[in-house]
């Protein structure tokens, strides 16, 4: 039997109907001075949540405003009130502070994985937590009209978040404490800003569990407060006003970094597009690639320690760029380099450096070992339509 000759036969041409393509104008880039920093911890359980300890509503505000910190959510587990948030953790009495700005939320707790909702409002949690076992498409149109921000907790493990990262604003990159259990996370995030989806990596403590008032109320798990409570890790937030709705928004746009602490340094990434000695865009900012070289700029805010060095590793589209030494009062390095002229380019930052005290959690410190802190990236050609 004669073969057939496949190179003898014309092949019709082919075009690919999701080739990248000009992704036309983008929004303007938002102001980089009219804002504020404000820190917080987005992964909180308090009483309501059945396997937490003497860890009620108000001692978790009352530590947060002791330590500083500007917001927190408390994320109790939906499933241990059947979805009945509302007339639980926002119901009980001391959901309330005129210091502490209090997020609207919950650990949205599945068979398929958990996630964190964020809102500067009361929403119907009832009905996300009625959907958890539907499609992905019935949960993002729930989702969508609810008008919430939808996070993935701890993306990896046991917990690991189980649907689909269309449907989600942002993820959990370090989740307690413990910063070695989180490669995996990170490793997920790179795979998902590299396939082109803009989703602001944060951090939550996931605390539990609180020191006793008394050591007859103590239980096996108090001992984890003297390691991972409120602000192991502090999520950083660059909010155009101190309001939970410009935390929420500020969160979603990926002005966003991670610290050890409350204590810790904060990492600030920015870029000046036009070398002109005045930064133009901070991590989270999306714009379009000129062909020219750009020069980025990172530095350390905050209480650093000094006469030592802190590694500043830049990590351009989920590899290694460069790593960098850094020392002094304020801290900083820069760097320069050609984003591509077609297709996606993001560059983001990883901090190593000695750990800053945390006396009211005194454990915390050496069991981050020496992260410092992360930022969100810096992104060239995204579209914000994917």
């Known amino acids: 039997m004669g073969g057939v000759c496949f190179s003898a036969i014309a092949q019709p041409s082919h075009k690919n109907p999701w080739i990248k393509a000009d992704i036309g104008k983008l929004p303007p880039i938002a102001s980089l001075t009219n804002g504020l920093w404000l820190k917080g911890d987005l992964h909180v359980h308090s009483r309501h949540s059945t396997e937490s300890s003497n860890n009620p509503v108000g001692k978790i505000i009352a530590f947060s405003k002791s330590v500083g910190i500007d917001y927190i959510c408390i994320t109790d587990h939906d499933n241990h009130v059947n979805g009945d948030v509302a007339h639980h953790t ?191 865009m901070m991590m989270g900012d999306n714009t379009k690639p000129t062909g020219k070289a750009v020069k980025f700029r990172v530095q350390l805010t905050g209480k650093t320690v000094s006469d030592t060095a802190y590694t500043v590793t830049v990590i351009k589209n989920g590899g290694k760029f460069n790593s960098f030494k850094t020392s002094g009062k304020i801290p900083a390095v820069e760097f320069t380099d050609i984003p591509a002229a077609t297709g996606r380019t993001y560059y983001r930052v990883v901090v190593e450096g000695p750990g800053t005290p945390y006396p009211e959690v005194p454990q915390a410190m050496a069991l981050t070992g020496n992260m410092v802190g992360l930022s969100n990236p810096i992104y060239f050609n995204f579209d914000p339509n994917f």
């Open 90 to 280: 926002w119901a009980d009495p001391e959901f309330k502070s005129d210091d502490v700005l209090l997020l609207y939320g919950a650990e949205w707790t599945t068979v398929r994985g958990h996630g964190n909702v964020f809102s500067a409002k009361p929403y119907n949690h009832q009905s996300l937590y009625d959907v958890r076992d539907q499609r992905d498409t019935v949960i993002g149109r729930i989702k969508k009209g609810l008008g919430i921000h939808l996070s993935a907790n701890h993306p990896s493990g046991k917990d690991h978040f189980g649907y689909s990262y269309d449907i989600i604003n942002s993820l959990e990159v370090w989740n307690s404490v413990l910063w070695s259990k989180n490669a995996e996370a990170i490793m997920i995030w790179d795979d998902m800003l590299s396939s082109g989806r803009k989703l602001t990596g944060r951090g939550g403590s996931d605390a539990h569990h609180g020191i006793p008032e008394t050591p007859d109320k103590a239980t096996a798990n108090s001992g984890q407060a003297k390691a991972n409570y409120v602000g192991t890790p502090t999520t950083w937030v660059f909010a155009t006003a101190r309001t939970k709705q410009a935390v929420v928004d500020a969160l979603t746009n990926g002005r966003v970094s991670v610290s050890a602490n409350p204590y810790a340094p904060r990492v600030e990434f920015y870029a000046d597009l036009d070398d002109n000695g005045k930064m133009d």
